[in-house]
């Protein structure tokens, strides 16, 4: 069992940073950790996955280059960078566990935090 806790969204202008935080109870060193999104209207989507070591990575296309995901096992959690924000960015930004190795899938992750605001002015 993994519990989630997301912080550090807000309000940024374009073109700045953000580092997204999720704490996590439980035996958290032994599960991939993933970040998702949901836009208004729009279904969440798939951003990164880190494997349980933080040996491996995988981003999807619309934010590689862009996002870094990392993870500190010692203090059970995992973090999003995020640069070069977008207005297209602007979601709800979602961290979640699963016990694959680096899952891409939303299906894949069992357990999700509750979600934190980010949005991006133009």
């Known amino acids: 069992q993994v519990q989630l806790l997301e912080s550090g969204g807000g309000l940024v202008q374009a073109g700045g940073s953000l580092r997204l935080s999720c704490a996590a109870s439980?035996?958290?060193?032994?599960?991939?950790m993933g970040w998702f999104r949901q836009a208004a209207g729009k279904e969440r989507e798939f951003l990164a996955t880190?494997?349980?070591?933080?040996?491996?990575?995988d981003y999807a296309d619309s934010v590689k280059g862009r996002f870094t995901i990392s993870r500190d096992n010692a203090k059970n959690t995992v973090y999003l960078q995020m640069n070069s924000l977008k207005p297209e960015d602007t979601a709800v930004y979602y961290c979640?566990?699963?016990?694959?190795?680096?899952?891409?899938?939303?299906?894949?992750?069992?357990?999700w935090g509750q979600g934190t605001q980010v949005t991006v002015s133009s």
């Open positions: 979640a566990a699963s016990p694959k190795l680096i899952p891409t899938q939303r299906l894949s992750y069992g357990y």
């Open positions: 439980g035996r958290f060193s032994s599960y991939a």
């Open positions: 880190i494997s349980w070591s933080g040996g491996s990575t």
